[in-house]
């Protein structure tokens, strides 16, 4: 797979090299929502995308129908069990970086993006697994005012990888 991916930018192409950055869906329900999750790492470059445990993957009909092709330019892959795959990944030499509410999170605005991240999001109602949260390097979240304490995983990835993307421009 070529490694140079075509943005457009103030109406202006640019050739642009991936980032390094792995996206871990843990278990995500919805295939639609992964569909969208792989337009955004489609939109804004990153690596890979992993799909595991029932995460839906492509070829899906749900899956294709939100995606609109951009399945076609990312790699990805399909591991079995997501903490196996967390540990895969951090043994490649990526910190993991958990989009998850926890006591210790700390807002995405507080955090030092690069390179080199494995980032999880996790299962809409169950979020991502105890295993996971552990060996986070980093955990992160976004802050909300509003009676609900969750927004549905694809625009909350959206955020994050916005803001991941925001700290290389």
């Known amino acids: 797979m070529d490694n140079v991916i075509q943005i457009k930018d103030d109406g202006k192409n640019e050739r642009l090299e991936k980032l390094d950055i792995i ?22 470059g990153f690596k890979e995308i992993c799909f ?15 995606a609109m092709g951009a399945e076609k330019y990312i790699e990805y892959r399909y591991i079995r069990d997501s903490y196996s795959a967390a540990i895969h990944y951090k043994n490649k030499g990526y910190k993991i970086l ?25 299962n809409e109602a169950l979020g991502i697994r105890d295993e996971i949260l552990n060996i986070s390097d980093e ?19 959206g955020m994050l990888a916005y803001e991941i993307v925001r700290f290389f421009r």
């Open 139 to 157: 955990i992160v979240e976004i802050p909300m005012r509003g009676f609900k304490n969750s927004i549905n995983v694809s625009n909350a990835f």
């Open 23 to 44: 996206v871990l869906l843990d278990n995500l329900r919805s295939a639609y929502n992964v569909g969208n999750i792989i337009r955004i790492v489609d939109a804004f």
């Open 52 to 66: 595991t445990g029932v995460t839906a993957c492509p070829p899906h009909k749900k899956i294709m129908k939100t």
């Open 98 to 122: 958990s989009l998850e509410r926890t006591n210790v999170s700390k807002t995405i605005w507080a955090n030092d993006y690069g390179e080199g991240y494995c980032i999880v999001v996790g």
